[in-house]
């Protein structure tokens, strides 16, 4: 398979490394041993697993690469979890997502682009295989749930409104052809990353038969009304979460847990405090509320935290309180008397039963998230009602996979990717012990080369998650394996700030980051030297979005790196807080107040204040539609480097979001291809 990236990346590859002509290669005559760019297309990885009520069979996505559009595409398989056969469902053309069993498990509804336009919400009558579309819709419906009796599937989607204008442009001739007419902008938050500008309109609920027919709106007016939703056992009402206070454009973080009466359509909110209400869940009998949320101290880090109520909203009390540990899913035993919940803990994901005293006890471990390129935590599950959960399995050399546990047993049920990594000789990762400077433990992971000599001293890559507030772990990534296949090792942390070690250690960054995290990484690395594998003369550092941040922060601090890559950063947080998407959140979190009330406090932070200390060589990497730290932010680093005179270049991932800078294999590929390209130009040899 022969990778081809777009011209742009192509040509940035090819300046950075510099390649002379070569003749033409002879066609290999083995399939290559080593991990490689062109890999990335045939690598798979299983989603959104939804385990059938009886626990039989298991509906799930799988996410696979298709090699001629160079995109991602979503397919919809079944497994049967005592046999393990594995068949496709729909797997037809269009994406493909969502798929929901009915309450008796006779069909299953999902979400489909089959017909080519926009995305539209199908019901498969499992017995018979017949399919039928259910609605015409406008735009994408999420967060699909199905009434209790099977009659009705309820979904959220946007409800355009009219563009705003201001004063009037001239009468246009027939047949003329002018410019667009202006855009005015009002909202608070005006664009999203992965999204672009955004277009008038508000998020809202709707339910519809499930054999088709009208789709009816529930909610209404000026306020974005959000999923997940939850069916009362009678069907009369459904729960959301929303913030529908006066001021809810500048407050991000205030939703609350809502109930609407389908016959009335009146609304009702049955939480009311500083902090979000959010994934509301019906116990069986419909008596208590569950949902996860925090009080809003207003820091950087809020462990989220799992509620119960009753049905009216009284009686509210945590559950995990006492965790510290933040609350990813909660979902209901058959019998009401617990919930079945997943969270973090040291860069792992797992799920547990957490009874309603509070008592948890570990169900499932080891799973793994969708994600191919970095090894961040994630993953998703269900629950039949026997108690056999169905979750996303993996570890760091193979991506997610469908598993169940079940009677204190765990089966994998897929190996997805088994055919083309069982091939190749990948790099090893395992824990390293590191200990910060006051004493605390981090954790770390070293990835080694293929065929690794512990004899010999290899040049160490440190690879830094972004966030800040999050968490890489053992999980597989193909930044990480294509980096040891070209002779590096590659050495990952969870500095200060990190998410799953406690709300104490992620809030040790609270309006100091970047700060003491330097510090921390900088003990990883002389860590992963003191093995004895590593040449201290041969260090290179990178990262994406608060990884970014650090790398360009750390060639600010020292000298020690040979070159540098920084992706995606901020450099200067006053800018920062007022381009990037989710405009009321950065300032009023991680600072506390604006720029123009304490600007010194932005710029001591901001790498762009240590620019003038740079010496090492370094790279810079950016989405041309980021929207998260926009793209002015690197352009701005790339032209203080160059007006100093250090060695570096700018290279964009042309159409790439934030959130979707390695979404394309090609450009994928082709980004690590550059970040290699530009460390093998300032590295020594292998001793």
């Known amino acids: 398979m022969i990778l081809r990236p777009i011209p742009s990346l192509m040509a940035a590859v090819a300046a950075i490394a510099m390649i002379a002509p070569a003749s033409i290669a002879a066609p290999a005559e083995t399939p290559a041993r080593l991990f490689q760019g062109s890999d990335l297309f045939s690598l798979e990885a299983a989603t959104d697993p939804q385990i059938r009520a009886d626990g039989a069979v298991i509906a799930y996505v799988r996410r696979s690469n298709d090699v001629m559009t160079d995109k991602a595409r979503a397919t919809i398989w079944l497994v049967d979890t005592r046999t393990g056969a594995h068949t496709p469902l729909i797997a037809g053309p269009g994406s493909h997502s969502q798929p929901r069993w009915s309450p008796d498990g006779t069909r299953i509804a999902y979400v489909s682009t089959a017909d080519g336009g926009g995305a539209q919400l199908y019901v498969r009558w499992m017995g018979t295989g017949a399919t039928a579309r259910v609605t015409g819709l406008p735009d994408s419906p999420s967060s699909i749930t199905w009434s209790p009796n099977g009659q009705s599937l309820a979904y959220v989607m946007n409800v355009p409104d009219e563009a705003k204008t201001l004063g009037k442009a001239p009468a246009k001739p027939e047949g003329a ?4 007419p202006l855009e005015v902008i009002s909202s608070v938050v005006y664009r999203a990353d992965g999204a672009g500008y955004l277009k008038p309109g508000h998020d809202h609920v709707f339910v519809v038969p499930a054999d088709g027919g009208a789709a009816r709106q529930l909610t209404f007016g000026a306020f974005n009304d959000a999923g997940p ?38 609304v009702t909110p049955l939480t009311s405090r500083i902090g979000p209400d959010i994934a509301p869940a019906m116990s069986p009998d419909g008596k208590h509320i569950a949902f996860l949320g925090f009080d809003d101290k207003y820091r950087g880090y809020e462990n989220v935290v799992l509620y119960v109520m009753d049905r009216d909203g009284r009686n509210s009390r945590a559950i995990t309180g006492g965790l510290d540990r933040s609350i990813d899913d909660a979902q209901w035993a058959a019998d009401g008397r617990s919930l079945y919940v997943q969270y973090d803990d040291h860069g792992s994901s797992r799920v547990a039963r957490a009874t309603l005293d509070g008592k948890l006890t570990t169900l499932a471990t080891g799973m793994a998230g ?3 390129d970095r090894p ?17 399995s993996g570890n760091p050399l193979r991506p997610a996979d469908i598993s169940i546990a079940r009677g204190g047993h765990v089966k994998r049920l897929t190996r997805l990717n088994e055919e083309l990594l069982g091939s190749k000789t990948l790099g090893q990762v395992k824990p390293l012990p590191v200990k910060a400077a006051d004493g605390r433990e981090i954790g770390a992971w070293l990835v080694t080369p293929p065929d690794f000599d512990p004899t010999r001293k290899y040049p160490l890559i440190l690879e830094i998650h972004g966030g800040p507030f999050a968490a890489y772990g053992p999980a597989f990534a193909s ?4 980096y040891a296949a070209a002779g590096y090792a590659v050495l990952y942390v969870n500095p200060r700030g990190s998410t799953s070690y406690g709300a104490e250690f992620a809030n ?11 510090g921390d990484l900088m003990a990883a690395v002389d860590a992963a030297i003191a093995t004895g594998s590593i040449d201290p003369d041969n260090l290179f550092v990178t990262g994406g979005s608060g990884g970014g941040v650090l790398t360009a922060w750390i060639v600010g601090k020292t000298d020690r790196f040979k070159a540098a890559v920084t992706q995606k950063p901020v450099i200067d947080w006053a800018s920062f807080v007022l381009t990037a998407d989710n405009t009321p959140f950065f300032a009023k979190y991680w600072f506390g107040k604006m720029p123009w009330e304490d600007p010194q406090a932005y710029w001591a932070r901001s790498p762009l204040s240590l620019v003038g200390n740079v010496k090492t060589p370094t790279l810079v990497v950016v989405g041309s539609e980021d929207y998260r730290t926009p793209v ?10 160059q007006l100093r005179g250090v060695p570096t270049g700018l290279v964009k991932v042309p159409e790439a979001s934030h959130g979707g800078i390695a979404a394309r294999p090609s450009q994928s590929a082709a980004k690590a291809s550059a970040i290699i390209a530009w460390f093998d130009r300032y590295r020594n040899a292998v001793k």
């Open 508 to 518: 040790l960054i609270h309006h100091a980051y970047p700060g003491d995290d330097y």
């Open 479 to 482: 930044d990480n394996q294509l």
């Open 370 to 372: 969708s994600g191919l």
């Open 376 to 392: 961040y935590s994630g993953g998703s599950f269900s629950v039949a009602k026997n108690g056999t959960i169905a979750f996303t």
């Open 177 to 180: 052809k002018w410019a667009p």
């Open 229 to 266: 939703l939850a069916w009362a056992p009678d069907g009369r009402t459904l729960l959301f979460s929303a913030d529908r206070s006066k001021n809810w454009e500048r407050e991000p973080n205030n939703p609350e847990i809502h109930a609407v009466d389908l016959a009335s359509g009146a």
């Open 632 to 641: 002015s932010e690197s352009e701005q680093y790339y032209a203080a480097l």
